[in-house]
Each structure stands twice: as structure tokens, then as C-alpha cells.
């Protein structure tokens, strides 16, 4: 995927831009597919199939550095399980825009903790006006519990983020993400064999899968790995607001899914407390 994207000499900006769109598109495909295998199952595909092209690609050694922080790792893809359960959980009730939205609470919550700027109340303000225009009233209908869970995604993105950094620091490379990917796998597989059993064996079933898990996870941390080498991170978390919007733009171009004015009015307002707290992060 680094060779591919090197080769076609693709701007950095580029790359985020097609990151963010493989994301949401590879959302808007799981969606479609829930009928076939519900949430959980196609979670359990996702990040097991991203687990073993990470394996394939990187084949992280089981060491003695990664054995001293097994724990932070157990609970960096417990986080990482958690969060991508919680959040395909929460577009099945909801809209995609919607729950990218409201799941975006919680690294925005990260950029601005501790803050005490009067700058970064503004785009707290900013965020909980999209989430009152979210909420079910003056004749708003929206799932709660579609909003719960999809909030609960934001709380463990939020914990993602944090261990993510935190094994980074621990553990060089991205042995870390590996090791915790295959651990997401091993806490996601009871929950799918549950839910779906045999039916996850179905060829088309992988095969669905896999174009989820390379939407999703390969092509788009690929993707922005190589951007992050010259593109500022201020810039990187401003183009990553975008999320909400094109997650929207998705839902409605895969699915049909149709916003009303004070959804989209809300989606962009969290969009924007999003760039402004990455565009004047201290």
C-alpha cells in the first residue's frame, strides 16, 4: 500500500483527503451489510482481517519489551474492540453522519482537556450546540440509544487516542497497534461466533470482510502514515474534522441516507469546533 501511494506521487493532503474518504466509505459498505451479518460479526471481520494484513506486513516479534507492557496493550485493543463495537452498534440505529458526528466528541475532548483558553470554550460551545440540535426535541427524531452508543464510541476514541500514544511511546514502530489489533480480535471473536456463527465461514461473507477492513483500516492508516511524514499536525487533525461531513456525504451516496437541515447545521458545527481546536491547539 506504501509503494502504491509513493508511486503515484500523491500530495499529503491527498492522501488524508483519500483517507478520510475510504474510512466512511468502508462504514457506509459495513452498514449495507448489516442485514446479511449484523454489527458485532462484521466489527469481528474488520479488525480481524486488518489484524492479519498487519501481521503480514509487519511481523511484529513477541519480545520481551512487548511481554513487560502486555497490560497497557490488553487495554489499548480493549479500547480499540470497544470502540469500533460501539460505534457500528450505533450507526445501525442512526444515521452515519450522525454517529461520526457525535463519536467526535471524544478526541475533541482529548485536543482541549486541561485547556484553559477562552479560545477552546468556544469550540466546546460550539460542539454542544451540534449536540442540542442532535437531540430529540421540537420534533427531532433520532435514536437514543443510536446516540448513546455512538457517544460511547467518542469516550472509547478518546481512550484509543491516549493508549495509542501511550504504546507508542513504549513500544517503537507499530508493534504496538499490531499486538493490540490482535487482541481487539480475541475480545471481538466470542461476541461475533454468538451473534453470527457459522455464517462469518461463508466465502462471501470474508470476502465482504476483507473490503471493509482494507476500506477502513489498511488503506486509510497507510495512507496517513506516509501523509504524517511532511504534513503538519495541526493540518492533519484540520483535515480529519472533515470526518463528519464526508461520513454524511457517504451515508447518502451508498445508502440514500437523507439529512435534514438541522442535522447537517449540527454535523458541521461539531466539524468546525473539530478544526478549530486542532488549527489552535496549544
Known amino acids: 500500500m506504501k509503494q502504491i ?9 491527498g492522501l488524508v483527503l483519500c483517507s478520510i474518504g475510504s474510512t466512511q466509505i468502508g462504514s457506509a459498505l459495513a452498514k449495507s ?8 460479526g462484521m ?11 498487519l501481521f503480514l506486513l509487519w511481523r511484529p516479534r513477541w519480545q520481551a519489551l512487548v511481554r513487560t507492557h502486555l497490560w497497557l496493550l490488553v487495554a489499548f485493543g480493549l479500547s480499540l474492540a470497544l470502540m469500533n463495537w460501539s460505534f457500528y452498534e450505533a450507526i445501525n440505529r442512526v444515521p452515519i453522519g450522525i454517529g461520526v458526528a457525535l463519536e467526535f466528541l471524544g478526541p475533541l475532548g482529548v485536543a482541549i482537556a486541561n485547556s484553559r483558553r477562552w479560545i477552546d470554550g468556544l469550540w466546546v460551545m460550539l460542539a454542544g450546540a ?3 440540535l442532535l437531540a430529540p426535541i421540537q420534533g427531532f427524531e433520532v435514536d437514543l440509544l443510536g446516540m448513546a452508543l455512538a457517544l460511547l464510541a ?11 500514544a501511550r504504546t507508542g511511546r ?29 455464517a462469518l465461514l461463508q466465502p462471501p461473507a470474508l470476502l465482504l470482510g476483507l473490503g471493509v477492513a482494507l476500506l477502513s483500516s489498511v488503506v486509510p492508516y497507510s495512507f496517513e502514515l506516509i501523509a504524517l511524514r511532511s504534513l503538519p499536525i ?11 461531513v464526508a461520513a454524511a456525504i457517504a451515508g447518502w451516496w451508498v445508502l440514500g441516507e437523507t ?12 466539524s468546525l469546533a473539530a478544526a478549530g481546536a486542532a488549527r489552535f491547539r496549544s
Open 5 to 13: 501511494a509513493s508511486r503515484l506521487s500523491v500530495p499529503p493532503l
Open 33 to 40: 451489510l448489516f442485514q446479511q451479518i449484523g454489527p458485532t
Open 43 to 53: 466489527v469481528l471481520l474488520r479488525v480481524g482481517f486488518a489484524a492479519v494484513i
Open 130 to 132: 451540534g449536540i442540542l
Open 154 to 164: 467518542g469516550v472509547f476514541w478518546a481512550a484509543y487516542i491516549l493508549l495509542s
Open 170 to 198: 513504549a513500544i517503537p514502530g507499530i508493534d504496538g497497534l499490531t499486538w493490540a489489533m490482535a487482541i481487539a480480535t480475541l475480545v471481538l471473536l466470542p461476541l461475533g461466533v454468538a451473534t453470527e456463527g457459522a
Open 234 to 244: 495541526k493540518t492533519f487533525g484540520v483535515l480529519l474534522s472533515l470526518e463528519p
Open 259 to 270: 439529512l435534514s437541515l438541522r442535522a447537517w447545521i449540527a454535523i458541521g458545527l461539531v
